[in-house]
């Protein structure tokens, strides 16, 4: 709840709010969040370390909460906030639904090869499995982009702090 | 977040909007060009000034103000960007036809468009009804919406296949000579399976060509297979430095006070106006010196920085391109602290 408050406080506004690129958007909100964020964490546990998954959770919870108007930041914040212990992203759920394809004209090998790897790639995606395919490549496309801008943040706060 | 799904839409709009005309000008030249794009990505500039008011008039002319903005933007384009390329291609498709023989024109990201020609080109006539009435749904809502639009406007297409019909017997003599496996849509007024089947695979190899300009490395793989792979591979990276960095901020966490103020906004216009590269507070601090072009903003706001960094600004840009080349390598995560 803090985080959104956050959040709220420090929306940019700019001049010609219609000009903004996304990506610097995504980019501001993230910092405004996890820095603040990580702040705290550090003032709250003062005698007992930070905990390495904690910042993870950090971490996703500033992804999600910055890429909102995403499907699958939705499903993140799901599964940060429902699960206390955070679900890093990197752990794919190991028997997700699968959903099942109907196979189209081309040959069946080709085919099954192809759906074996989407399925692969739903698991990537936070949510994914509960989307179906067309939807779920959408959505890959945008959540690689928020990554990308996830990794440069990440490392210009931690090159700050070297 | 109204705000946004316009904003993004308008980003895919400019260079959308010629996509129709170019379209059924390709069926003529189809057999030359496969899926390369490369030969015809300078014509697109040209044709872009000349065709952008006409087409405009009839599509989205609200976004005419904001489609300029964002032309070189689409790269960066979100999910919903697609959902707008299909409401431009069957706005100017149904109003524009005559055009089209005329005008040879190759987008930047003219392989989706490609495939839709190469694969579609007579579905797309009736899709474009389909597609006109989703692409209205998505200024408000998700893009998700549009497949079940999709198939309740199937019904539309019956009535509309005639007229498409008619439209579409110039360039009839031209279509059969196409390796198209779409039929004939004449007299095939059911048949909604496959209609549904055929724009769901359309869409999907269009996002499947989306992700490869995504997606560094790509484009040399062909097939969905490797591509899938490369993709796959990509993500699970970005996640793995997105882990590897998290960690290492656990462990520098400590630090973050003394070291983190308010990013200013100067930082990031300063990024973004030079592709990926994020401006640190500090002002000689670059990020990704071996991937991306450095800069130097003499310019930022010393004013920010606490005096208590001054004793870190001394890193040398030797230790951050170290730092990101391993990040980049992801088979060896070294800790350097």
Known sequence: MERQIINKKKRVFSV???????????TRKYTSLLVPALKKLNMNKNSSQVNQLTVKHEVDMALALSAQE?????????????????????????NGIRIQERSGKEGGHEDGEREEKLRELQKLLPGGEEMNVEEMLGEIGNYIKCLELQTIALKSIVQDTT | MLECLVSLESMSLSSMDVSVLERLKWLQQQQQQVLSTTNASPELLQFHGTNNDELLQNTFSHFQMLGSGFGPNYSMGFGPSHEAMDGCISRTNSCQ?????????????????????????????????????TEKKIKVEAETESNMKVKSNLSNTEASSETSKQKSKA?????KLDYIHVRARRGQATDRHSLA???????????MKYLQDLVPGCNKVTGR???????INYVQSLQRQVEFLSMKLAVLNPELELAMEDLSVKQFQAYFTNLPVVVASKPSLMVDA??????????????VINPNQATTIEAPSASWETQSQSLYNTSSLGFQY
């Open chain 1, 16 to 26: 010609e709010p219609n000009k903004i690129p996304p990506s610097e958007v995504f």
């Open chain 1, 70 to 94: 995403f499907a699958w930041s939705r499903f993140l914040l799901q599964k940060l906030s429902s699960s206390n212990n955070p679900t890093t992203t990197t752990s794919s759920s190991s």
């Open chain 2, 97 to 133: 036809m005559d055009q089209a023989d005329t005008v040879g024109v190759m987008l930047n990201n003219s392989e989706e468009n490609i495939t839709i020609i190469l694969k579609n080109k007579r579905k797309s006539e009736v899709k474009t009804r389909e597609e006109e009435k």
């Open chain 2, 171 to 175: 360039a009839s003599e031209t279509q």
């Open chain 2, 197 to 207: 089947e055929r724009a769901r695979r359309e869409k999907i190899s269009k996002k």
């Open chain 2, 225 to 231: 297979a490797g591509m899938l792979d490369e993709i």
């Open chain 2, 290 to 303: 071996p991937l991306f072009p450095l800069d130097q903003q003499g310019s930022l706001d010393l004013s």
